[in-house]
């Protein structure tokens, strides 16, 4: 039906652009620095030189005299403040906890822990004053790796946690019994798996900015924040000791999170509680990108022994993974969560695989903190998951497409549990997302072109990799995930508040809340087809604690499914209480209301109707409402999910390998993915291709590496290859379509499938290239000189 008066266009599924683009590539946004208040003070931190150490002695004397400098405190100033907290500890398990303080008293675990803070009239006048500063350290022995930092005699970290283990968890059957299942099968693997450290490398660093008014107690928080809610909570109640109404926490414009913007950072606290110290002058801290390099959250960095059972005709039977999970110098706020309940309970993958045990050994070291990061926990179990599949395919010499046809959980299967206590997979049908990319790709053809090559005795290789992959979005719901369930220490609901303004305009607010995600353009077409109102007439809030209702924020490709939920049962209840109304003033029964396009009208006579505008013009005037209506159309959800929802796709990437160089290019990218119903197209193919480019970037380049002293020899982009636009190719981006049950809306989540498919996909490409070398697996990243290194090893 073409768009009229009568039946408006649909929003949903259109692909608008994002309506904040203008301010944030105009230079009209305003991010953390942007801010600017009157008598804005400005902190520099003093961080460690060495990985692992006493703290004797701080010599401030020099900073303190400065121009220009106006404090200068150590950790010894701030024990009123509590060390932050881990607010998700593994469930079930003993979790031994250590976490940083404002900062560090006594004794530092890592290169690059803040041991003082200058403030200063200027931020040039801080750096300078921290310079000048000096620190006597009682150095002590340094372990980075986590298998070695569990052996006997490696140093000790922390005195609560022995061999420096933070938990021990599994999940899955028995030992045992796994072991029985391994003996049993006619194919048996091991493979030894490295997913490196990752940094996250956010266009915008971090930073926070903290006021105290002297005259009402209050405290004001901006900061560079993906859950300002959940931040003033664990201020609150967890670090300072005050009511949790005193906090106002405001996240301007975030330049991109990835998750590493979730967490609870030591400046949070220390920027309120200087400002209080200073009589209210507001306190500013921005990182550099160095400081960001050295102590904002890394990702990934585990180290993995898995053993594999099969069939010889490709059926996997078995699979035994025994984790280490590096978590650094100090637990971050969610760490303990990602290798376990993310991770662990991911491994199956789409694949029905009968027997599967999983041991993760959560570790400290002396190395930066490590959490979540675009993907979380999935990424690691997908590329886990997917090498298995093409393990298995070579061992048996089934085509590695065959091998994941073969093992698919079914469509009839749905909901499906893969006994490693994940909640149930909610819908899926997985063949025609790998059959529609392997025909847009050419598989056939690949192969034969490969054949070719190789008998040719060609110098560039070709290889493609496959990546069948699912994951888990919107974790929830609340009794599963907290407490008594995975450990999480709150819930996982998500809040929204619809209210309609006598004029007719629309002003929703959410507990989510945007950092490139494109919020106000998707919930704003939600709420114009719901409620049948212009899109222009809307308006998205969120990303201040004053003026919105408790969320928790966004992650974990939640926005969608929770946050975009809560918003679709708020617009229902305005739209039942607009009915309700309506058959007031149209003197009709309520079940005679018909709702069409932002009218009410009796069934039957849509002349007579009523629009959204006069309906909230009655509700607000309150002039004449039905019998013990409250005025006005101003609605509140909180919303839990009964389910998570689980997204899945498959992607196949061409590489050609040179053999002189062991140099990668990256021919070909397709990428069929299965997000369920799709509110903005547009949006949604962004957040693919970016969620490609650092799936591949870890593949092919990225990786945080420390020296055995605790030294980040990646700590500046000169060291740290993160990919520029040149290095990533056109992308052919296709869509089957399962809607979710688990929500009405029958979305699912795409923030993070292109990180997580992508890194499998080209590490398969690259080592399928030189698979007839008897290459079996390289670990990441796989760079030209690696590559290079194996080639030249396999040929001698």
């Known amino acids: 039906m073409s768009a009229t008066l009568d039946a408006p266009r649909k929003l949903v599924g259109q692909p608008l652009k994002r309506r904040e683009d203008p301010r944030l590539i105009t230079g009209a946004a305003g991010f953390l620095d942007d801010v600017k208040l009157p008598g804005m003070t400005h902190a520099g931190v003093l961080r460690s030189t060495v990985g692992h150490a006493r703290i004797r002695s701080i010599d401030k004397s020099r900073a303190t005299a400065m121009p220009g400098v106006i404090a200068v405190y150590t950790g010894q100033d701030f024990l009123d403040l509590n060390p932050l907290p881990c607010a998700w500890q593994a469930g079930k398990v003993q979790n031994n906890v250590n976490t940083p303080r404002v900062l560090a008293v006594d004794e530092v675990h890592h290169v690059g822990d803040p041991v003082a803070v200058v403030v200063a009239e200027t931020p040039y006048q801080a750096a300078d004053a921290v310079e000048a500063m000096a620190v006597d350290y ?16 490696a140093p000790q970290l922390h005195e609560n946690a022995p061999n420096n283990v933070v938990l021990q968890w599994t999940c899955g059957k028995d030992a045992s019994e796994v072991d029985a299942a391994l003996a049993a099968s006619p194919v048996r693997l091991d493979q030894h798996i490295v997913n490196q450290r990752l940094i996250p490398t956010p266009m915008e660093t971090r930073g926070a ?13 901006w900061a560079t924040s993906q859950a300002p809610h959940v931040m003033r909570l664990l201020i609150t109640a967890f670090v300072m000791g005050i009511p949790e109404n005193k906090l106002r926490v405001i996240a301007p414009d975030v330049g991109g999170g990835f998750g590493a913007k979730i967490f609870l950072y030591y400046d949070m606290p220390l920027t309120l509680a200087l400002s209080k110290k200073l009589g209210g002058r507001p306190v500013k801290f921005v990182e550099d990108r160095s400081e960001n390099y050295l102590s904002t959250t ?8 898995v053993q594999i059972g099969a069939t010889e005709d490709g059926h996997i ?16 706020t969610i760490a303990p969560g990602i290798p376990t309940t993310l991770y662990g309970r991911m491994v199956a993958g789409c694949y029905k695989i009968p027997n599967i045990h999983v041991d993760v050994t959560g570790v400290y070291t002396n190395t930066s903190m490590v959490d979540a990061y675009r993907g979380a926990g999935r990424p690691e179990a997908a590329y886990l998951i997917e090498r298995v599949c093409d393990l298995v395919a070579d061992a048996t010499g089934v085509d590695p497409a065959d091998v994941r046809r073969r ?8 909901p499906f549990d893969t006994g490693i206590g994940m909640l149930p997979y909610d819908s899926g049908d997985y063949e025609p997302a790998l059959n529609r990319a392997l025909e847009i790709v050419g598989y056939e053809d690949l192969k034969q072109e490969q054949a070719r090559r190789r008998v040719g005795g060609e110098n560039r290789l070709i290889g493609f990799g496959l990546s069948s992959y699912v994951e888990v979005c919107g974790v929830a719901p609340s009794k599963w995930i907290g407490l008594p369930g995975e450990g999480w220490g709150a819930g996982l609901w998500e809040s929204a508040n619809v209210r309609v303004h006598l004029t007719g305009k629309v002003v929703v607010t959410t507990g989510t809340l945007p950092h490139g995600q494109g919020h106000e353009t998707s919930f704003a077409q939600l709420v114009a087809d719901e409620l049948g109102v212009p899109y222009e007439d809307i308006e998205i809030r969120h990303s201040d604690t004053q003026g919105t209702p408790f969320g928790f924020g966004t992650y974990g490709s939640r926005s969608a499914s929770v946050g975009g939920t809560a918003i679709f049962k ?9 009915k309700k109304l309506a058959a007031h003033m149209l003197e009709a029964a309520e079940e005679d209301i018909v709702w069409e396009n932002g009218r009410a009208y009796v069934k039957g006579s849509p002349d007579a109707a009523k629009t959204i505008g006069e309906i909230a013009l009655q509700a607000s005037v309150a002039y004449d409402l039905p019998e013990g209506m409250e005025p006005y159309l101003d609605e509140t959800t909180y919303y839990d999910p009964p389910n998570c929802t689980f997204p899945f796709g498959t992607h196949v990437c061409v590489v050609e390998v040179d053999q002189d160089t062991g140099q990668v290019e990256l021919n070909r990218y397709v990428a069929v993915d299965d997000v369920g119903n799709v509110i903005n197209p547009l949006i949604v193919d962004g957040q693919i291709h970016g969620g490609i480019a650092q799936g591949l ?39 089957t379509v399962t809607p979710s049950p688990t929500n009405p809306m029958g979305v699912k989540g795409a923030g993070e499938a292109g990180t997580i498919a992508s890194t499998p996909a080209v590490a398969n490409a690259v080592i399928d290239a030189v698979s007839h070398l008897g290459i079996r697996h390289l670990d990441m990243p796989l760079t030209p000189e690696k590559l290079w290194r194996a080639m030249r090893m396999a040929q001698a």
């Open 138 to 153: 009682e150095e002590l022995p340094v372990v980075v790796d986590a298998k070695r930092a569990t052996e006997e005699g």
């Open 209 to 221: 900015i903290g006021r105290y008014d002297p005259g009402t107690g209050d405290y004001t928080l």
């Open 298 to 305: 890394h990702g990934r960095d585990h180290v993995t022994d």
């Open 317 to 332: 039977t078995a699979l035994k993974v025994k984790t280490y999970a590096n978590l650094g110098g100090y637990l971050s």
């Open 407 to 414: 093992n698919f959980i079914q469509p009839d299967d749905f």
């Open 570 to 578: 708020s617009v229902a209840k305005v739209r039942e209480k607009a």
């Open 697 to 735: 970037a870890q593949a092919l380049y990225e990786g945080a590496v420390y020296s055995d002293d605790g030294e980040l020899i990646t700590g500046t982009m000169n060291d740290y290859a993160i990919p520029k636009a040149t290095m990533v190719p056109i992308y052919e981006l296709e869509r």
